[in-house]
T-cell receptor
Framework: GESVGLHLPTLSVQEGDNSIINCAYS??????FIWYKQESGKGPQFIID?????DKRQGQRVTVLLNKTVKHLSLQIAATQPGDSAVYFC?????????????FGQGTILTVHP | DAEITQSPRHKITETGRQVTLACHQT?????MFWYRQDLGHGLRLIHY???????NKGEVSDGYSVSRSNTEDLPLTLESAASSQTSVYFC?????????????FGAGTRLSVL
């Protein structure tokens, strides 16, 4: 029979464009969120984080937005470069007795074309 | 610089054999984690530890064990390797301070069980 694979969301952009990667998180009690970047053959690398008492945080070329009302997180990358091509994961920390543990999203594949 | 290292990077083994994957961190972090990464499932937590002699089961712990005899190391053992355990394994460490919980990842071990 035919096998069906699970496909990650993909985003394809041109070099220099701005990219927006979205993530829906699962638990309204989550108090801390992180975005990770994973390049092929490497481990996830920390990009930026945000606590639940904030709705926006900026880093170098990256901005994270948090909308707790709809449990949505986004990562904006300004002036996207070919080196930004990777899989991007959001992660949430439930806090409380689950402190230290992160729950990861499925990931989004970002491809930047020169 | 502090780091987290995994060994071996690649491993091929046979069904039924015992396999141990090493993880060593020099961050002096109390928290350490083992994940497996499979297409369509993202990062799934196998086991974690909050300190020496502390170990806890994650969401996919069956067939795996860990022990924590010092701060730096959290080896992951597959008691009797199965083909379903073919995967990429990542180790991470963190320290929960000031409401932040950034996990730092190793480069991963690609395990094939034949």
């Amino acid at each position: 029979g035919e096998s069906v694979g699970l496909h990650l969301p993909t985003l394809s952009v041109q070099e220099g464009d701005n990219s927006i990667i979205n993530c829906a998180y699962s638990n309204s009690a989550s108090d801390y969120f992180i975005w990770y970047k994973q390049e092929s053959g490497k481990g996830p690398q920390f990009i930026i984080d945000i606590r639940s008492n904030m709705d926006k945080r900026q880093g170098q070329r990256v901005t994270v937005l948090l909308n707790k009302t709809v449990k949505h997180l986004s990562l904006q990358i300004a002036a996207t470069q070919p080196g930004d091509s990777a899989v991007y994961f959001c992660a949430e920390n439930l806090g409380g007795t689950s402190y230290g543990k992160l729950t990861f999203g499925q990931g989004t594949i970002l491809t930047v074309h020169p | 610089d502090a780091e987290i290292t995994q060994s071996p990077r690649h491993k091929i083994t046979e069904t039924g054999r015992q396999v141990t994957l090493a993880c060593h961190q020099t961050w002096n972090h109390n928290n350490m984690f083992w994940y497996r990464q499979d297409l369509g499932h993202g990062l799934r937590l196998i086991h974690y530890s909050y300190g020496v002699h502390d170990t806890n089961k994650g969401e996919v712990s069956d067939g795996y064990s860990v022990s924590r005899s010092n701060t730096e190391d959290l080896p992951l053992t597959l008691e009797s390797a199965a083909s379903s355990q073919t995967s990429v394994y990542f180790c991470a460490s963190s320290e929960y301070t000031g409401g932040k919980n950034i996990q730092y990842f190793g480069a991963g071990t690609r395990l094939s069980v034949l």
